[in-house]
Protein backbone atom coordinates (compact mmCIF):
# COMPACT_ATOMS: atom_id res chain seq x y z
CA UNK A 1 0.00 0.00 0.00
CA UNK A 2 1.52 3.13 -1.23
CA UNK A 3 -1.27 5.37 0.04
CA UNK A 4 0.24 8.68 0.88
CA UNK A 5 2.15 10.51 -1.54
CA UNK A 6 5.49 12.28 -0.96
CA UNK A 7 6.74 15.53 -2.49
CA UNK A 8 10.61 15.31 -2.55
CA UNK A 9 12.24 18.40 -2.78
CA UNK A 10 15.74 19.43 -3.93
CA UNK A 11 17.49 22.52 -3.94
CA UNK A 12 20.28 23.05 -6.09
CA UNK A 13 22.85 25.45 -6.80
CA UNK A 14 25.62 24.85 -9.15
CA UNK A 15 26.28 20.77 -8.34
CA UNK A 16 25.84 19.67 -11.88
CA UNK A 17 28.71 17.28 -11.19
CA UNK A 18 27.10 15.69 -8.74
CA UNK A 19 22.96 16.53 -9.97
CA UNK A 20 22.42 13.16 -11.56
CA UNK A 21 23.33 10.83 -9.17
CA UNK A 22 21.05 12.44 -6.78
CA UNK A 23 17.95 12.42 -9.17
CA UNK A 24 18.69 8.63 -10.17
CA UNK A 25 18.72 7.64 -6.61
CA UNK A 26 15.58 9.29 -6.02
CA UNK A 27 13.35 8.33 -9.16
CA UNK A 28 14.98 4.79 -7.95
CA UNK A 29 13.17 4.86 -4.60
CA UNK A 30 10.95 1.35 -4.26
CA UNK A 31 8.05 3.75 -2.69
CA UNK A 32 6.95 4.98 -6.18
CA UNK A 33 4.09 7.32 -5.03
CA UNK A 34 5.66 10.42 -5.43
CA UNK A 35 5.98 13.62 -6.68
CA UNK A 36 10.06 15.23 -7.53
CA UNK A 37 10.42 18.44 -7.18
CA UNK A 38 13.68 20.63 -8.30
CA UNK A 39 14.27 24.37 -7.35
CA UNK A 40 17.22 25.98 -9.09
CA UNK A 41 18.34 28.45 -7.09
CA UNK A 42 20.27 30.43 -9.52
CA UNK A 43 22.70 28.37 -10.68
CA UNK A 44 25.68 29.42 -13.52
CA UNK A 45 26.63 25.67 -14.22
CA UNK A 46 24.61 23.39 -15.94
CA UNK A 47 22.61 22.01 -13.14
CA UNK A 48 19.25 23.88 -14.65
CA UNK A 49 19.81 21.45 -17.97
CA UNK A 50 20.07 18.58 -16.31
CA UNK A 51 17.16 19.69 -14.29
CA UNK A 52 15.12 19.76 -17.63
CA UNK A 53 16.51 17.06 -19.44
CA UNK A 54 14.80 14.80 -16.33
CA UNK A 55 11.95 16.16 -16.13
CA UNK A 56 11.10 15.27 -19.58
CA UNK A 57 11.80 11.92 -19.24
CA UNK A 58 10.17 11.09 -16.10
CA UNK A 59 6.79 12.63 -15.44
CA UNK A 60 7.12 13.22 -11.55
CA UNK A 61 9.75 15.78 -11.90
CA UNK A 62 8.96 19.11 -11.66
CA UNK A 63 11.40 21.76 -12.55
CA UNK A 64 11.23 25.38 -10.77
CA UNK A 65 13.81 27.96 -11.55
CA UNK A 66 14.56 31.02 -9.55
CA UNK A 67 17.58 33.49 -9.21
CA UNK A 68 19.69 32.83 -6.19
CA UNK A 69 18.18 33.21 -2.97
CA UNK A 70 19.72 31.13 -1.01
CA UNK A 71 18.64 27.38 0.46
CA UNK A 72 15.52 28.61 2.72
CA UNK A 73 13.95 30.74 -0.38
CA UNK A 74 14.18 27.54 -2.39
CA UNK A 75 12.86 25.10 -0.13
CA UNK A 76 10.12 27.62 0.54
CA UNK A 77 9.27 27.51 -3.57
CA UNK A 78 9.61 23.64 -3.33
CA UNK A 79 7.17 23.55 -0.86
CA UNK A 80 4.66 25.78 -2.27
CA UNK A 81 5.03 23.58 -5.93
CA UNK A 82 4.05 20.61 -3.56
CA UNK A 83 1.22 18.38 -3.42
CA UNK A 84 2.47 15.50 -1.28
CA UNK A 85 1.04 14.42 2.00
CA UNK A 86 4.26 14.39 3.36
CA UNK A 87 7.70 16.11 2.12
CA UNK A 88 11.53 14.92 2.05
CA UNK A 89 14.43 16.99 1.49
CA UNK A 90 17.41 15.68 -0.40
CA UNK A 91 20.82 18.02 -1.21
CA UNK A 92 21.51 17.91 -4.84
CA UNK A 93 25.20 16.83 -3.89
CA UNK A 94 23.97 13.34 -1.59
CA UNK A 95 22.02 10.63 -2.70
CA UNK A 96 20.07 7.88 -0.81
CA UNK A 97 19.52 4.46 -0.48
CA UNK A 98 16.28 2.88 -2.88
CA UNK A 99 14.31 1.56 0.28
CA UNK A 100 14.83 5.20 2.29
CA UNK A 101 11.65 6.72 1.73
CA UNK A 102 9.17 3.03 2.14
CA UNK A 103 11.39 3.24 5.40
CA UNK A 104 10.75 6.35 6.84
CA UNK A 105 6.91 6.01 5.16
CA UNK A 106 6.61 2.66 6.96
CA UNK A 107 7.15 4.34 10.46
CA UNK A 108 4.38 6.85 10.02
CA UNK A 109 2.33 4.75 11.37
CA UNK A 110 -0.42 4.87 8.37
CA UNK A 111 -0.13 8.59 8.57
CA UNK A 112 -0.60 9.30 12.64
CA UNK A 113 2.90 10.21 12.45
CA UNK A 114 3.83 13.70 12.09
CA UNK A 115 7.44 13.83 11.60
CA UNK A 116 10.03 10.53 11.17
CA UNK A 117 13.73 11.10 12.05
CA UNK A 118 16.76 8.36 10.73
CA UNK A 119 19.91 8.16 10.91
CA UNK A 120 22.53 9.03 8.39
CA UNK A 121 25.83 8.23 7.14
CA UNK A 122 28.63 11.00 6.17
CA UNK A 123 30.61 10.35 3.71
CA UNK A 124 33.98 12.02 4.03
CA UNK A 125 36.46 13.00 0.64
CA UNK A 126 38.70 10.36 1.78
CA UNK A 127 36.62 7.81 1.18
CA UNK A 128 35.22 7.22 5.42
CA UNK A 129 31.62 6.55 5.78
CA UNK A 130 30.64 7.24 9.16
CA UNK A 131 27.25 6.79 10.99
CA UNK A 132 25.46 9.61 12.66
CA UNK A 133 23.22 8.46 15.11
CA UNK A 134 20.20 10.89 16.94
CA UNK A 135 20.84 9.74 20.46
CA UNK A 136 17.49 9.97 21.45
CA UNK A 137 16.26 6.73 22.22
CA UNK A 138 14.23 5.50 19.59
CA UNK A 139 10.34 4.82 19.24
CA UNK A 140 7.59 6.98 19.35
CA UNK A 141 7.05 10.10 21.09
CA UNK A 142 3.50 11.87 21.16
CA UNK A 143 3.85 15.55 22.16
CA UNK A 144 7.43 15.37 22.45
CA UNK A 145 8.48 18.73 23.86
CA UNK A 146 9.38 17.12 27.14
CA UNK A 147 11.71 14.51 25.19
CA UNK A 148 13.68 16.81 22.98
CA UNK A 149 15.63 19.09 25.71
CA UNK A 150 19.15 17.83 24.63
CA UNK A 151 18.97 19.31 21.09
CA UNK A 152 22.17 20.62 20.75
CA UNK A 153 23.65 18.73 23.30
CA UNK A 154 23.37 15.93 24.69
CA UNK A 155 23.46 14.88 28.40
CA UNK A 156 27.28 16.33 28.87
CA UNK A 157 28.32 15.19 25.28
CA UNK A 158 29.15 17.25 22.53
CA UNK A 159 27.32 15.33 19.97
CA UNK A 160 23.78 16.49 19.20
CA UNK A 161 20.66 14.92 20.75
CA UNK A 162 19.03 14.99 17.54
CA UNK A 163 20.89 15.51 14.27
CA UNK A 164 19.97 18.85 13.14
CA UNK A 165 19.73 18.04 9.05
CA UNK A 166 16.52 18.89 7.27
CA UNK A 167 17.40 15.36 5.46
CA UNK A 168 17.04 11.69 6.39
CA UNK A 169 13.78 13.14 7.82
CA UNK A 170 10.05 13.01 7.06
CA UNK A 171 7.53 15.79 7.38
CA UNK A 172 3.27 15.88 7.37
CA UNK A 173 2.83 18.48 5.16
CA UNK A 174 0.85 20.89 7.43
CA UNK A 175 3.63 20.87 10.10
CA UNK A 176 5.91 21.88 7.51
CA UNK A 177 4.00 24.70 6.07
CA UNK A 178 3.01 26.21 9.52
CA UNK A 179 7.34 26.05 10.60
CA UNK A 180 8.11 27.47 7.30
CA UNK A 181 5.92 30.43 7.81
CA UNK A 182 7.74 31.58 11.20
CA UNK A 183 11.46 31.75 9.27
CA UNK A 184 12.16 34.49 7.24
CA UNK A 185 14.43 34.52 4.36
CA UNK A 186 16.88 36.47 6.02
CA UNK A 187 17.91 33.24 8.24
CA UNK A 188 20.48 31.94 6.32
CA UNK A 189 22.93 30.03 8.57
CA UNK A 190 21.59 27.45 10.50
CA UNK A 191 18.45 27.14 8.49
CA UNK A 192 18.33 23.57 9.24
CA UNK A 193 18.51 23.45 12.51
CA UNK A 194 15.78 26.28 12.73
CA UNK A 195 13.32 24.18 10.87
CA UNK A 196 13.93 21.06 12.64
CA UNK A 197 13.66 22.18 15.57
CA UNK A 198 10.65 24.59 15.43
CA UNK A 199 9.00 21.21 14.27
CA UNK A 200 10.24 19.35 16.98
CA UNK A 201 8.80 22.33 19.40
CA UNK A 202 5.14 21.25 18.71
CA UNK A 203 2.56 19.29 19.51
CA UNK A 204 3.52 16.20 17.32
CA UNK A 205 3.78 13.02 17.18
CA UNK A 206 7.71 12.12 16.34
CA UNK A 207 9.17 8.48 15.76
CA UNK A 208 13.04 8.18 16.15
CA UNK A 209 14.77 5.21 13.62
CA UNK A 210 17.30 2.99 14.15
CA UNK A 211 18.04 2.91 10.48
CA UNK A 212 20.20 5.06 8.03
CA UNK A 213 19.62 5.46 4.11
CA UNK A 214 21.00 8.80 3.68
CA UNK A 215 24.23 9.83 2.11
CA UNK A 216 25.37 13.32 3.17
CA UNK A 217 28.82 14.32 1.69
CA UNK A 218 31.29 16.58 3.18
CA UNK A 219 33.19 18.31 0.37
CA UNK A 220 36.68 19.96 0.53
CA UNK A 221 35.68 22.91 -1.79
CA UNK A 222 32.34 23.81 0.15
CA UNK A 223 31.65 27.59 1.32
CA UNK A 224 34.46 29.26 2.83
CA UNK A 225 32.98 31.31 5.66
CA UNK A 226 36.15 33.27 5.90
CA UNK A 227 34.97 35.11 2.81
CA UNK A 228 31.64 35.25 3.99
CA UNK A 229 31.17 39.49 5.44
CA UNK A 230 27.80 38.60 6.56
CA UNK A 231 28.53 35.60 8.76
CA UNK A 232 28.49 36.90 12.19
CA UNK A 233 25.32 38.72 10.91
CA UNK A 234 23.92 35.23 9.77
CA UNK A 235 24.83 34.05 13.24
CA UNK A 236 22.70 37.22 15.04
CA UNK A 237 19.40 36.54 12.75
CA UNK A 238 19.61 32.68 13.78
CA UNK A 239 20.25 33.24 17.17
CA UNK A 240 17.81 36.04 17.29
CA UNK A 241 15.07 33.51 16.10
CA UNK A 242 16.19 30.68 18.24
CA UNK A 243 15.93 32.97 21.45
CA UNK A 244 12.45 33.88 20.38
CA UNK A 245 11.54 29.95 20.29
CA UNK A 246 13.28 29.22 22.70
CA UNK A 247 11.43 31.93 25.25
CA UNK A 248 8.78 30.12 26.86
CA UNK A 249 10.76 26.85 27.26
CA UNK A 250 12.56 25.37 29.72
CA UNK A 251 16.14 27.11 30.36
CA UNK A 252 18.12 23.87 29.41
CA UNK A 253 17.40 24.61 25.46
CA UNK A 254 18.30 28.73 26.30
CA UNK A 255 21.78 27.45 27.67
CA UNK A 256 22.53 25.50 25.25
CA UNK A 257 21.74 28.06 22.83
CA UNK A 258 23.99 30.51 24.13
CA UNK A 259 26.55 27.75 24.11
CA UNK A 260 26.38 26.37 20.69
CA UNK A 261 26.29 30.25 19.36
CA UNK A 262 29.40 31.37 21.38
CA UNK A 263 31.02 28.57 19.70
CA UNK A 264 29.67 29.58 16.10
CA UNK A 265 30.94 33.44 17.02
CA UNK A 266 34.48 32.45 18.24
CA UNK A 267 34.87 30.67 15.37
CA UNK A 268 33.70 34.13 13.10
CA UNK A 269 36.67 36.15 14.88
CA UNK A 270 39.13 33.58 14.41
CA UNK A 271 38.02 34.33 10.37
CA UNK A 272 38.06 37.42 10.73
CA UNK A 273 41.50 38.33 12.45
CA UNK A 274 42.88 35.36 10.09
CA UNK A 275 43.79 33.40 13.29
CA UNK A 276 44.55 29.52 13.08
CA UNK A 277 43.26 27.14 14.30
CA UNK A 278 46.00 27.04 16.89
CA UNK A 279 45.75 30.36 17.51
CA UNK A 280 43.48 33.28 20.04
CA UNK A 281 40.12 32.41 21.05
CA UNK A 282 39.84 28.27 20.63
CA UNK A 283 39.20 26.30 23.73
CA UNK A 284 41.78 24.28 23.99
CA UNK A 285 40.97 20.38 24.51
CA UNK A 286 42.73 18.92 27.47
CA UNK A 287 44.23 15.99 28.37
CA UNK A 288 43.75 14.75 32.17
CA UNK A 289 46.69 12.61 31.85
CA UNK A 290 45.65 10.61 35.06
CA UNK A 291 42.78 9.34 33.92
CA UNK A 292 44.35 7.23 31.92
CA UNK A 293 47.89 6.29 33.25
CA UNK A 294 49.57 5.80 37.03
CA UNK A 295 52.95 4.66 35.71
CA UNK A 296 54.90 5.92 33.05
CA UNK A 297 53.57 4.29 29.57
CA UNK A 298 54.59 4.01 25.95
CA UNK A 299 51.59 5.47 23.76
CA UNK A 300 50.88 5.83 20.14
CA UNK A 301 48.98 8.97 19.78
CA UNK A 302 45.88 8.52 16.77
CA UNK A 303 44.78 11.82 14.78
CA UNK A 304 46.41 15.42 14.48
CA UNK A 305 43.06 17.06 13.68
CA UNK A 306 42.40 20.00 16.66
CA UNK A 307 42.09 17.91 19.68
CA UNK A 308 44.99 15.68 18.09
CA UNK A 309 47.63 18.80 18.73
CA UNK A 310 46.69 19.78 21.44
CA UNK A 311 46.90 15.98 22.87
CA UNK A 312 50.13 16.13 21.08
CA UNK A 313 51.36 18.81 23.30
CA UNK A 314 49.89 18.06 26.54
CA UNK A 315 51.45 13.56 26.21
CA UNK A 316 55.49 15.61 25.07
CA UNK A 317 55.22 17.37 28.62
CA UNK A 318 53.15 14.43 30.67
CA UNK A 319 55.99 12.43 33.64
CA UNK A 320 54.29 9.23 32.66
CA UNK A 321 53.76 8.97 29.07
CA UNK A 322 56.63 7.39 26.58
CA UNK A 323 55.08 8.93 23.40
CA UNK A 324 56.11 6.08 20.81
CA UNK A 325 54.54 7.65 17.48
CA UNK A 326 52.06 10.37 16.08
CA UNK A 327 50.03 8.94 13.48
CA UNK A 328 47.38 10.04 11.05
CA UNK A 329 45.11 8.86 8.40
CA UNK A 330 46.49 12.04 6.49
CA UNK A 331 50.11 11.85 7.22
CA UNK A 332 51.09 12.97 3.84
CA UNK A 333 49.55 16.26 3.62
CA UNK A 334 49.92 16.83 7.35
CA UNK A 335 53.88 16.37 6.58
CA UNK A 336 53.64 18.77 3.61
CA UNK A 337 51.99 21.08 6.21
CA UNK A 338 55.05 20.93 8.34
CA UNK A 339 53.18 18.94 11.37
CA UNK A 340 55.26 15.61 12.00
CA UNK A 341 53.28 12.74 11.67
CA UNK A 342 53.64 9.15 10.57
CA UNK A 343 50.93 6.90 8.75
CA UNK A 344 48.78 4.77 10.55
CA UNK A 345 50.77 1.63 9.53
CA UNK A 346 53.51 2.45 12.27
CA UNK A 347 50.98 1.10 14.49
CA UNK A 348 52.46 -2.30 13.16
CA UNK A 349 56.20 -1.67 13.70
CA UNK A 350 56.09 -0.42 17.26
CA UNK A 351 55.39 -2.00 20.73
CA UNK A 352 53.36 0.00 22.96
CA UNK A 353 50.95 -0.28 25.42
CA UNK A 354 48.00 1.44 24.85
CA UNK A 355 46.85 3.67 21.32
CA UNK A 356 44.96 6.85 22.09
CA UNK A 357 42.21 8.48 19.90
CA UNK A 358 41.84 11.92 19.87
CA UNK A 359 38.57 12.81 18.09
CA UNK A 360 35.95 14.60 20.10
CA UNK A 361 33.09 12.46 19.18
CA UNK A 362 32.57 8.81 20.41
CA UNK A 363 30.65 8.04 17.39
CA UNK A 364 34.34 8.46 15.59
CA UNK A 365 36.10 7.03 17.78
CA UNK A 366 34.32 3.75 17.13
CA UNK A 367 34.83 3.83 13.46
CA UNK A 368 38.56 4.88 13.98
CA UNK A 369 38.34 1.90 16.40
CA UNK A 370 36.77 -0.97 14.31
CA UNK A 371 39.40 0.23 11.53
CA UNK A 372 42.23 -0.44 13.58
CA UNK A 373 41.17 -3.88 15.07
CA UNK A 374 39.83 -4.83 11.61
CA UNK A 375 42.44 -3.14 9.54
CA UNK A 376 45.87 -3.55 11.40
CA UNK A 377 44.77 -6.18 14.07
CA UNK A 378 45.41 -3.78 17.43
CA UNK A 379 43.99 -5.36 20.07
CA UNK A 380 40.81 -3.88 21.04
CA UNK A 381 41.90 -3.64 24.97
CA UNK A 382 44.78 -1.37 24.03
CA UNK A 383 42.54 1.30 22.27
CA UNK A 384 41.22 3.92 24.62
CA UNK A 385 39.43 7.29 24.15
CA UNK A 386 38.16 9.68 26.54
CA UNK A 387 36.34 12.88 25.77
CA UNK A 388 38.19 15.82 26.08
CA UNK A 389 38.38 17.91 29.17
CA UNK A 390 36.87 21.34 27.36
CA UNK A 391 34.36 19.37 25.17
CA UNK A 392 30.77 20.43 27.28
Not at 151 to 167: A, T, V
Not at 202 to 230: H, P
Not at 255 to 275: A, P
Request: contains cysteine; negative net charge; aromatic residues 10%.
Amino acid sequence: MQKFRISIIVPIYNTADDLPRCIESIRAQSYQNTEIILVDDGSTDQSLSICRNYAEIDERIRVIAQENQGNNAARKAGLRASTGDYIAFVDSDDWIEERLLELLMAAAEGGCADMIISNVYMIYPDGRKIERKNLIETGTYRNPKEDVKHLFYYGRQSDYGILPFLFGKLYRRNLLVKAMEKIGDQIRYDEDRALVWTCLLQNITVVFLEDAAYYYCQRENGLVRSKDEMYLAKVNYFYRYMSHLFEKEDKILREQLDNYVLRCIRTGLRWKLGLSENDLLREKNLLDVSVFFREVKRVILYGAGTVGRDYYEALKAGQKIDLCAWVDREWKKLCVEGTEVEPVERVCELEYDYLLVAVKHESVFREIKADLTGTYAVPEDRIIWGRPCGIR
